[in-house]
């Protein structure tokens, strides 16, 4: 079992920058993928990014390459999402998804989910 507590949600500016945390507890990490995933009003869960626990490769969704990035720190058993240049399209909630020995582009599939935070981006 793992499970994910989401922090760093928030209302900036459009341009501005926020920092998302998801902290994770529970069984061993090597195995896991750690994700993000976003989902507006009226609109399907979308990627965002992901992070392979065992050697940090990295995945990112096209609507935010270059603008956000994903990092993990071991100690504290901690995944990151820095986004920057943030755009009013990228208000959502967001929320941190695990799974086990893979990776996905859809939701579906991903084994542990937190509770989301919502970033609001203002024009």
Do not use: H
């Amino acid at each position: 079992q793992v499970q994910l507590v989401e922090s760093g949600g928030g209302l900036v500016q459009a341009g501005g920058s926020l920092r998302l945390s998801c902290a994770a507890s529970g069984r061993t990490f090597s195995r896991l993928t750690m994700g993000w995933f976003r989902q507006a009003p009226g609109k399907e869960r979308e990627f965002v990014a992901a992070i392979r626990w065992s050697d940090s490769t990295t995945y990112y969704g096209d609507s935010v390459k270059g603008r956000f990035t994903i990092s993990r720190d071991n100690a504290k058993n901690t995944v990151y999402l820095q986004m920057n240049s943030l755009k009013p399209e990228d208000t959502a909630v967001y929320y941190c998804a695990a799974i086990y020995d893979g990776f996905r582009l859809v939701p579906t599939g991903w084994t542990y989910w937190g509770q989301g935070t919502q970033v609001t981006v203002s024009s």
